[in-house]
């Protein structure tokens, strides 16, 4: 099946600081890609959506100014969480899905757990 | 805006035990409906989705799930449960209508005694 990977798995940075984590899909060309944050027992929250080569939609009460999304191509996706707080600390997964295959799936990466102390 | 209920969050069955997960969702429209697992320690998979046809959709490892569209329901099942089915099932909606954007549950922690 798809897979995807992110980069770094775990992360512990300074507050003021800012992270940048990878979202890749290996073997296959990912139109779109999302970046869902999760916290403790809660559920997964979509913070944005990003197609290639396009600005990424942000949900409702995401920063877009703070959480930086760069899809630059179809295997790639960035989110950068620029100046970083220690509320910021949580789960960052990231997902791709290629729609144009006619199915709206989506493989989710590993997660990334960021700590900003 | 969509929104899905997952009512147990926490399940805890012995082994040969026969589960069902509830799911609800809210939304007027076309939906297509996801059922993933997250195994400790590892990532999301998907296992089941239902986009038309047969309501009563079959997944990997015995999983299957019927949806019922007057109830806004999309219940999952197994007849017998393993130790190995121990983790936490996310179900999920996605909205028709080119915007695509899926809404995921709060997650049910289901723990299997051998």
């Known amino acids: 099946g798809a897979v995807v990977s992110q980069h770094p798995s775990r992360v512990i940075c300074k507050s003021g600081t800012s992270v940048k984590i990878e979202c890749r899909s290996l073997?296959?060309?990912?139109?779109?890609m999302f970046w869902y944050r999760q916290f403790p027992k809660q559920s997964l929250m979509l913070m944005a959506t990003?197609?290639?080569?396009?600005?990424?939609?942000?949900e409702q009460g995401v920063e877009k100014d703070k959480f930086l999304i760069n899809h630059a191509s179809l295997t790639l996706s960035t989110l950068t969480v620029t100046s970083a707080h220690p509320e910021d600390s949580s789960f960052y997964i990231c997902?791709?899905?290629?729609?144009?295959?006619?199915?709206?799936?989506?493989?989710f990466g590993p997660g990334t757990r960021l700590t900003v102390t | 805006a969509q929104s899905v209920s997952q009512h147990n969050h926490h399940v805890i069955l012995s082994e040969a035990a026969s589960l069902e997960l509830g799911c609800n969702y809210s939304?007027?429209?076309?939906?297509?409906l996801f059922w993933y697992v997250q195994y400790p320690g590892q990532h999301l998979q998907l296992l089941l989705k239902?986009?038309?046809?047969?309501?009563l959709v079959k997944g990997i490892k015995g999983f299957e799930a019927e949806f019922i569209k007057s109830k806004f329901s999309f219940n999952l099942r197994k007849p017998s449960v393993q130790w190995s089915d121990t983790a936490e099932y996310f179900c999920?909606?996605?909205?028709?209508?080119?915007?695509?954007?899926?809404?995921f549950g709060t997650g049910t922690k289901l723990q299997v005694i051998p």
């Open positions: 997902s791709a899905s290629d729609p144009g295959q006619g199915s709206y799936e989506q493989y």
């Open positions: 073997d296959f060309q990912a139109t779109t």
């Open positions: 990003s197609n290639e080569g396009s600005k990424a939609t942000y």
């Open positions: 939304y007027g429209g076309t939906v297509n």
């Open positions: 239902y986009f038309s046809g047969d309501p």
């Open positions: 999920a909606v996605l909205s028709s209508g080119g915007y695509q954007k899926v809404t």
